[in-house]
């Protein structure tokens, strides 16, 4: 089964836009029979994105530190937890087991394991596609950025060539599924 790597926030403290988003992004993986990897807890939007797709009956694998058990809990009806020891081996598990990557809201984390992908990506060691989801217009900031590298010459690509920005998770799954028909990525 095909595995979408979802990065995301871990707070509850956030605005209410942002959940529904995550419920269904996890119920539209678990119904288009894809595997959801994500971030192993039980709060913030990781808790609403694994607990959407588990209770539509889809598999979910989730990836927590050992130090980050008690912080943001434990997604116990995860069909596969793995605990690792450090960050760095939590995302070099998820990168492994993952076919593709969604991008949700997130803080410092969520952009750090989005940097690391999207820069393997640039550096070819990796052809997976990447889709921000760019809820409420949460990432415009940093898609402008981004542009700004481009102009000023410190990124040779453009943004655009490297990730897909969509406003909804039907359109992020589509645009994941499109890629996957034409290179054979999720076969």
Known sequence: MPAICVYCSSSDAIADVYPPVADALGRKIAQRGH???????????????????????????????????????????????????TMRERKGIMF????????????????????????????????????????????????????????GQFAREAITDLVHVVAAPDEALDRIEQVAAQDGTLS
Request: glycine share 14%; no cysteine.
């Open 35 to 85: 595997t959801l990897v994500y971030g192993g807890g039980a709060v913030g939007l990781m808790g609403v994105l694994a607990h959407a797709a588990h209770e539509e009956g889809g598999a979910v694998t989730g990836v927590i530190p050992s130090k980050l058990q008690n912080r943001e809990g434990i997604a116990y009806n995860a069909d596969e937890l793995i605990v690792t020891d």
């Open 96 to 151: 492994r087991q993952s076919d593709a990557f969604i991008v949700l809201p997130g803080g410092y984390g969520t952009l750090e394991e989005f940097m690391e992908v999207l820069t393997l990506k640039q550096l070819g060691y990796h052809d997976h596609p990447i889709v921000i989801l760019n809820v409420d217009g949460f990432y415009d900031t940093l898609l402008s950025f981004f542009e700004e590298l481009r102009e």
